[in-house]
């Protein structure tokens, strides 16, 4: 069971701040680590925001999740200069590799598989994101060694 | 004193490649050689070169060195700071051909480059509000708030005939004196960090090399229109822009550049930092107004401009990064220095960023006027692989579509609307005759179609529609009536769209259509072909 009091505390920490919606549901995303009814519920009791418009901002920003997500999120870029310096041919094998298509996660709940919009680092293009790490000048084999090294970690801490 | 200065570049690129580490190397070494006294490390921005590794400059001797790893470094240190021998193997060289650069400004790659709105980017310390105010900083700032008034200000900024940075290119200095004629307070002004267009990051590497700038660039503009507030909205995924962008607000602060009784002038103005949760269309200043707001970024009707009624319902100025790093230039210098760059219609200079199948991809900052072919090839070095250039996407996915005939075609503002095209967000998205123009159409419809915010049906359901127009083409099994039908289509959201997303998204399909339809007719008949 969460402790839903977490979502009081950060609401109040917000008090000083006007509209400060996305902040909260950054903060309790963080601190639950997806935006699940109960929690969003919360959220507006606390705020006195209506539960509808909270969902309504929750499903509009990619950076919310009201699903829960793997270990660690793999987002690949496929944006024109992404595109024309081959990013289709490191996504096929990066699906190939995790057995799994677009916005899935793998049945080990190891990684989830996203889009990414242009994350501005085109110049070492293509380029994927791994949780906060970015990683450029991708080639399909760069990619899938990058992939197992997580999941070595992954092993390694289980 | 030290006698050896150390810039090493440390923006996204070059972070992803290892700076930190090579960082933490270089420090820790100076301090085992006990050169820590003699040489500072400085960290700064980027220095325009990338997807070359980490990139060091050593000053006084000005030599450049990319790809440094950390066991690199001893070397550097042993060989270069205390023998004086460059280490040749590290050394940048712009073009293979020619001698190596000797100092910053002096490769190949900067000699068409005017630097106003980068010209600190790169050289000084950005987290240093010391060194901004060592290189004019904040002078601006002063001379407005001490000898000018707010319509003084305006009136300079209208003589100098900036057009916003953002892709619009509406006069700067007549939307401030929309504002500034509006009775309502508080006034607010917004920096529109916000960038999202696929190959565009000039405004990340500005806000990364020179946040001052932004930050004396948006007090400037809460003088002329009378704010007291302003906000920074800032992608979220830009974590160092972000960092970076706090510490100088704060520093600012500290040093009595913000807040309360500026300059003992009576104006006062702070800066908050807004960060957005990942929605391309908060670009649009409308949504972006939403987005503060707490609320899902959708664009609003216009009018009222916000100019007028914006944030929160009062007047509001939103500005880009690149058009406010471009104004304490302008009040220092003068409109009339100002319009000695670039040309008569589109002053000033424009930063853009280089990307897609290009030798030398990065940022850079050039005079309005400047040919497309000076870019590819002076700038750029031209296509790797010995491929030939098919075409050029000018500002973003959003952007129009530019082919050989148009190399030579001096870029600006008003040749570029003549042929539907225009500078946008400053990406230069460049092509080689290898790739498929039937799929990097898809590719544009799919981004499309993924980020319309859903609001009006054209753009929600005229992109879906398009890309699966497309999907039946590239499979091969579309017709001559698909094409059409796609082309109609394009149009009508074109007209009719409520926002310059689902306005701006047909521009490259209609502009690919114009110029290579015949690549659409023939994936046609190949799936026809292929059927018979």
Known sequence: MQNLDRVDEIVKSYQDVKTPLIYILKDVQKEFGYLSEEVLTRVALATKIPLSEIYGVATFYSLFTIKPKGRHIVRCCNNAPCFVNGSKEVLDKIKEYLGIEMNETTPDGMFTLEFTSCLGLCAVAPVMMVDDEVYGNLTPEKAVAILKDYKMKGLSNA | ?532
């Not at chain 2, 970024?297 to 939103?318: M, N, Q």
């Not at chain 2, 690149?322 to 220092?332: D, F, K, R």
């Not at chain 2, 220095?337 to 000033?348: A, C, D, I, V």
């Open chain 2, 1 to 532: 004193m030290h006698r050896i200065h150390i810039l090493i570049a440390m923006d996204s690129h070059t972070l992803a490649q290892g700076a930190r580490a090579v960082r933490d190397t270089l420090i820790k070494e100076l301090e085992m050689a006990s050169l820590q006294n003699e040489v500072k490390v400085i960290e700064t921005g980027s220095v325009g070169i990338y997807n070359k590794g980490v990139v060091l400059v050593v000053f006084p001797d000005g030599v450049y060195y990319t790809g440094v790893k950390v066991e690199d470094v001893a070397e550097i240190i042993s060989e270069h700071l205390i023998k004086g021998r460059v280490v040749e193997r590290l050394r940048y060289t712009d073009v293979p051909s020619e001698p190596a650069p000797k100092a910053v400004g002096e490769a190949p790659r900067f000699g068409k480059q005017v630097r106003v709105v980068l010209k600190n980017a790169g050289r000084i310390d950005p987290d240093s509000i010391e060194e901004y105010i060592a290189n004019d900083g904040y002078e601006a700032l002063g001379k407005a708030l001490t000898q000018m008034k707010p319509e003084d200000v305006i009136a300079e900024m209208k003589k100098s005939g900036l057009q916003g940075r953002g892709g619009a290119f509406f006069p700067t200095g007549l939307k401030w004196s929309f504002a500034a004629a509006e009775k309502a307070q508080p006034k607010y002004i917004v920096c529109n960090a916000d960038e999202g267009e696929p190959g565009t990051f000039k405004d990340r590497l500005i806000l990364e090399g020179d946040p001052h700038a932004v930050i004396e660039g948006m007090a400037l503009a809460g003088y002329a229109v009378g704010a007291s507030m302003g906000y920074v909205y800032i992608r979220g995924e830009y974590k160092m822009s972000i960092s970076r962008i706090r510490r100088a607000i704060e520093q600012a602060r500290q040093h009595g550049l913000l807040g309360n009784n500026i300059f003992g002038s009576g104006f006062s103005f702070d800066i908050e930092v807004r960060e957005g949760a990942g929605a391309y269309i908060c670009g649009e200043e409308t949504a972006l107004i939403e987005s503060i707001e707490g609320k899902r970024g959708e664009p609003r009707d216009k009018p009222p401009f916000p100019p007028s009624v914006g944030l929160w319902g009062k007047p509001t100025i939103v500005n880009n990064v690149e058009t406010l790093a471009n104004v304490p230039q302008i009040i220092l210098k003068g409109a009339d220095w100002f319009r000695t760059l670039g040309t008569e219609k589109s002053p000033g200079t424009k930063v853009f960023t280089m990307v897609g199948n290009i030798n030398n991809p990065g940022l850079i900052e050039v005079p309005m006027g400047i040919t497309l072919r000076e870019i590819i090839y002076d700038i750029g070095h031209g296509i790797p692989g010995g491929k030939g250039f098919k075409l050029a996407q000018m500002g973003g996915t959003t952007g129009g579509i530019l082919t050989a005939e148009h190399l030579d075609l001096p870029m600006t503002v008003e040749n570029l609307r003549e042929i539907g095209a225009g500078l946008g967000s400053g990406a230069l998205l460049v092509v080689d005759d290898s790739q498929d123009v039937v799929e990097l159409v898809k590719n544009f419809v799919e981004f499309f179609n993924h980020e319309s915010c859903g609001k009006c049906t054209l753009c929600r359901e005229g992109n879906g529609r398009l890309l699966q127009l497309l999907e039946r083409i590239s499979s091969g099994h579309g017709s001559i009536e698909d094409i059409d039908l796609m082309e109609s289509l394009a149009t009508t959201m074109m007209r009719g769209a409520f926002c310059g997303l689902g306005q701006a998204a047909p521009i490259p399909i209609l502009g690919c259509l114009k110029y290579f339809r015949q690549d659409f007719v023939a994936a046609c008949s190949a799936g026809a072909k292929a059927a018979a």
